[in-house]
């Protein structure tokens, strides 16, 4: 079916695309679905509206825009649409580093055609989505079934050139990565050849440098970390010691002093020690088996201070571990004990929460489950956005928010997720790869 959208059709989703949607947006949205950078030229978000129509529309998969575009923005009168045009799956992104000769690697339509032609592929069906060198790392669009069968045939043959990931499957830096590089630096064209604008290992710095700024930025100009958070945690600190010394009879108002001044001084001691190593910080390679000894003496406490019981549930033989992995210790211990403060909170009085650690493929996997209430499905997807986090204590100042924990976890590298079908009640879980 082809689409059969009329002039004054197309103009209205163009209309909307442009009246309800920044530029920055639809960039995103366009990474989000697959588009072939090099094929858009637009210098504003009305020109960059008309293009993304029309580049939907020549590959007859304006159902993909229009699904996406439904999804984003539900209050819309765009559903009638859908009636005319055909159905769209959106295409799979998939990584994929060559490790090519250089005179492949040079010409990146050599190397796409190389691909095709080796691995049964079609070249009009490979969309290139973004570019960087290194050995050659490109960012591509397939069908689903193509992208799952490309991944699997370069991984599972030894003597190939390619690795191939695909792209949901990559960790949130390699992620961020990646949209950074084909937003900020799409390949230019140079007689007749097509050339990546800058090194993969350069765009990593450069994000890692972004991810810095921004966790300073939330420390500093927070609410619980900023200079406001800092003097209203230090008033709270002299002004309840103050009127601890006017207390004579010890009583529930003195009691209430003393939980309110013990809170108040581990929050800016948390502060502190996230500041003082996000500031100075420094990754470097450390056994499981260590990490773990780091850890878990100090998440016990945690919950035993709030009459919760806390299950261990340590893989065989990892505890003793020498595989390793790369990261902050201190960031990622306070990364697990907010994790752990949250599970608290939500598991409730008497509650019951169990730490679990394991390796999983390549991947040191840490989760903590909680049986409290589930956190609703309509915010499920939003737990780790600022806006989303109905149910995060940290409102109350008394841990990091989820929000903070995925900056720092990402900051290593790492993975942060939430399962809200994995137990009774709700499981989030952090991943590092295994070195």
């Not at 230090?234 to 939980?259: E, F, H, M, N, R």
Request: hydrophobic residues 40%; contains cysteine.
């Amino acid at each position: 079916m082809e689409s059969n959208l009329q002039s004054v059709e197309r103009a209205q989703l163009r209309d909307f695309l442009v009246n309800h949607f920044g530029q920055d947006e639809l960039e995103l949205l366009a990474f989000d679905l697959g588009v072939d950078y090099e094929l858009l030229s637009y210098h504003n978000k009305q020109k960059l509206s008309l293009e993304l129509v029309a580049y939907f529309e020549r590959r007859n998969r304006l159902g993909c825009l229009l699904n996406e575009v439904i999804c984003r923005r539900p209050l819309n009168n765009l559903t009638h649409l859908l009636e005319k045009v055909p159905a769209c799956a959106p295409l799979t992104k998939i990584q994929i580093i060559s490790h090519a000769s250089p005179e492949i690697s040079e010409e990146i339509e050599t190397f796409l055609e190389y691909l095709a032609q080796k691995h049964g592929l079609s070249r009009e069906e490979m969309s290139l989505i973004a570019v960087a060198q290194g050995s050659l790392y490109l960012l591509l669009g397939l069908p689903e079934a193509k992208a799952r069968a490309l991944q699997n045939s370069g991984n599972e043959s030894v003597g190939d050139t390619f690795e191939a990931t695909v792209f949901a499957s990559l960790s949130g830096r390699s992620r961020n990565i990646w949209r950074m590089v084909a937003l900020e630096w799409p390949p230019v064209l140079s007689q007749n050849k097509l050339l990546p604008r800058i090194t993969w290992q350069k765009a990593a710095e450069i994000q890692r440098l972004k991810e810095k700024d921004e966790l300073l930025r939330r420390l500093v100009a927070g609410n619980r970390f900023g200079a406001h958070g800092t003097r209203t945690t230090l008033a709270a600190l002299s002004g309840y010691a103050q009127l601890l010394s006017l207390t004579a009879v010890p009583g529930d108002k003195q009691a209430s002093y003393i939980d309110k001044l013990v809170q108040a001084s581990d929050d800016l001691s948390e502060s502190l020690t996230i500041l003082h190593s996000l500031i100075g910080a420094r990754e470097e390679v450390v056994a499981i088996q260590s990490v773990l000894q780091y850890l878990l003496p100090d998440v016990t406490p945690i919950a035993e201070q709030s009459g919760i019981q806390l299950d261990l549930d340590v893989a065989a033989g990892l505890s003793t571990s020498q595989q390793h992995i790369r990261c902050n210790l201190v960031l990622l211990a306070q990364s697990v004990r907010a994790l752990v403060r949250q599970a608290v909170f939500r598991a409730g009085e008497n509650g019951r929460i169990q730490l679990s650690a394991s390796l999983e493929g390549n991947q040191f996997v840490i989760q903590v489950q909680d049986e409290g209430e589930p956190i609703p499905a309509e915010i499920a997807d939003a737990v780790f956005e600022p806006q989303g986090q109905v149910h995060d204590p940290a409102q109350a100042g008394n841990s990091l928010s989820l929000a903070l924990v995925k900056m720092l976890i990402e900051q290593m590298d790492g993975n942060i997720w939430f399962d809200p079908g994995a137990g009774p009640g709700n499981t989030f879980g952090v991943s590092f790869p295994v070195s």
